[in-house]
């Protein structure tokens, strides 16, 4: 472990930003006393913030170890400041006892919190129901749909009576794959002054909806992922007011662009759910400072080089953020939310949708955190992303603010 002091710092605490201070990290927690042979770092005023939580993680081992590993993703973690994460792999869904085990002895030997979600199908295909019981007994956080959710009405309805059992909360990706049939951008105007097929929004609300409707009818527990307009957040918040237990997350990059951003072509822009309009965006944003969304996801999907250099509806969609997440959006999150609201949406709130434990910054407690210099803009180049992997929509892009480094499990990152 390393021993760190960090001068001229100033750390998050008790909800808000403290003044200028030094502070002394020692076996992975914040201690009192002075410190020999420590790493000594001048932060200048940067902030110590509590480390983040990322939702959305798949870093597509073992199948796809070509585009991505585990030491990748882990790597990515560090360099963006994120403690722990809630893990579904799609390329190999976790839907037995065997592959459950397999992936807690790589993560318990990773220095990282990790919540994992089970799948609820075989191979999330919705035909066949997982070995939920088994699945809940060896320690998932949860069940999720592997963002496919391709199930009839009956089936959905097993899946979460089932599940119900296990009182664990389901996680559902909402898109009606025969609504979005062959789309790949919003459907609007953008969409039809580039010739594009589009993805509508009724593809999203009808399939929150049913979800929400089958969970009140069965009482279960359900979060939906990266909602993205605010048809949805109406239904969401309906199904508040009549008891259900529901949280939901946007995702980062629906947070940063709307669909005018598609005039250039970027595929690192083809992501599903798709990025929609600039109404849709402003929907968004109010919901997070109406506490209707509970968290920002991160989404953290590698893509291959080769499968983004291509003409755009010939992409694979999705998009890496681990490491630039924080600062591509802290200035306007606080700028919109305040501070408190902004450490809520990336590491408290999330954590605790993932059932794991949040961590906060206390003397002699342990100090997971971020470094972060808020008005240090910082171009993102490959050099600051792990892996081979460059598939962010930001690849070239300047940030408004940067990360120094972080201090996760008593190791320093430089970044």
């Not at 940067?46 to 480390?51: F, K, R």
Request: hydrophobic share 40%.
């Amino acid at each position: 472990m390393n021993k760190l002091i960090i001068k001229n710092v100033r750390p998050f605490v008790d909800g808000a930003l403290q003044p200028k201070t030094t502070m002394h990290l020692a076996d992975g927690r914040w201690v009192d006393e002075p410190l020999e042979d420590a790493i000594e770092i001048e932060a200048e005023g940067a902030y110590a913030l509590p480390a983040l939580f990322a939702l959305g993680l798949d870093f597509q081992e073992p199948l796809r170890d070509d585009i991505y590993t585990f030491q990748n993703g882990f790597s990515a973690m560090r360099r963006g400041g994120f403690y722990g994460g809630l893990y579904e792999s799609k390329a190999n869904p976790i839907d037995n006892v065997q592959k459950l085990s397999a992936i807690q002895q790589i993560f318990s030997k990773s220095g990282f919190t990790f919540s994992i979600l089970g799948a609820f199908s075989k191979r999330n295909e919705c035909e066949q129901l997982s070995e939920m019981l088994d699945l809940n007994s060896y320690g998932v956080s949860g069940f999720g749909d592997g963002d496919h959710l391709n199930a009839t009405t009956r089936f959905l309805r097993l899946a979460m009576e089932y599940g119900s059992m296990t009182s664990k909360r389901f996680f559902f990706l909402p898109l009606d794959f025969s609504l979005r049939h062959t789309g790949v951008v919003h459907e609007g105007d953008v969409a039809d002054v580039l010739g594009m097929r589009g993805i509508p929004r009724v593809a999203e609300t009808i399939v929150v909806h049913s979800i929400l409707e089958m969970a009140l009818f069965l009482k279960v527990p359900i979060h939906l992922k990266q909602i993205t307009c605010a048809e949805s957040l109406s239904l969401i918040e309906r199904a508040r007011a009549r008891g259900l237990d529901v949280t939901c997350d946007v995702g980062l990059y629906h947070l940063l662009f709307d669909d005018t951003c598609l005039f250039d072509l970027d595929s690192h822009f083809y992501l599903i759910p798709p990025i929609r309009s600039p109404k849709d965006k402003e929907a968004l944003w109010d919901g997070l400072k109406k506490g209707s969304i509970q968290a920002i996801s991160c989404n953290h999907t590698p893509i291959l080089r080769q499968e983004k250099e291509v003409n755009f509806e010939d992409a694979v969609p999705g998009a890496i953020s681990l490491e630039v997440a924080l600062p591509a959006i802290w200035s306007a999150l606080v700028n919109g939310v305040g501070e408190k609201r902004a450490i809520d949406l990336f590491s408290e709130n999330p954590a605790k949708i993932a059932g794991a434990e949040p961590r906060r910054l206390q003397k002699g407690e342990v100090a997971d955190l971020v470094l972060l210099q808020p008005d240090k803009k910082q171009v993102v180049n490959p050099t600051l992303l792990a892996g081979a992997v460059r598939n962010t929509p930001l690849l070239n892009r300047e940030m408004p603010s940067s990360i120094i480094g972080s201090y996760i499990q008593g190791i320093w990152t430089k970044v």
